[in-house]
Nanobody, 130 residues
Framework: QVQLMESGGGSVEPGGSLRLSCAAS?????????LAWFRQVPGKQREGVAC?????????YADSVKGRFTISQDLVQKTLIYLDMTHLAPEDSGMYYC?????????????????????WGQGTQVIVSS
């Protein structure tokens, strides 16, 4: 089982930026996973935002965040990922979750589909408001 810990959420004004971090543990050197960011607002389904392959590459974004959000991987610790969010808008507010899925399952089910992911962090809140 993969353990995930998010950090970096907070409140920001529209147009501002935030960086989220996710540290994954329990992934061995023989494992290959997709790590992804999802977000959820009350009353709505969890939405896949971005994902990255632990062996580098495989980056995918939701259309709603393309050009504004960037997912990246730490150069030394490949199971530490980031989500740099710029030009934030109120509709970007929500609870942001980090998730992990074995790469074969992610490719089969869909890399930004919630059903592909079994392991989830506790989430970090992002509030975009003036």
């Amino acid at each position: 089982q993969v353990q995930l810990m998010e950090s970096g959420g907070g409140s920001v004004e529209p147009g501002g930026s935030l960086r989220l971090s996710c540290a994954a543990s329990g992934i061995t050197s023989d494992d290959t996973y997709y790590l992804a960011w999802f977000r959820q607002v009350p009353g709505k389904q969890r939405e896949g935002v971005a994902c990255i392959y632990t062996e580098a590459g495989g980056i995918m974004y939701a259309d709603s965040v393309k050009g504004r959000f960037t997912i990246s991987q730490d150069l030394v610790q490949k199971t530490l990922i980031y989500l740099d969010m710029t030009h934030l808008a109120p509709e970007d507010s929500g609870m942001y979750y980090c998730a992990a899925a074995p790469w074969r399952r992610a490719m089969r089910v869909g890399r930004l589909r919630e059903e592909a992911y079994d392991d989830w962090g506790q989430g970090t809140q992002v509030i975009v408001s003036s």
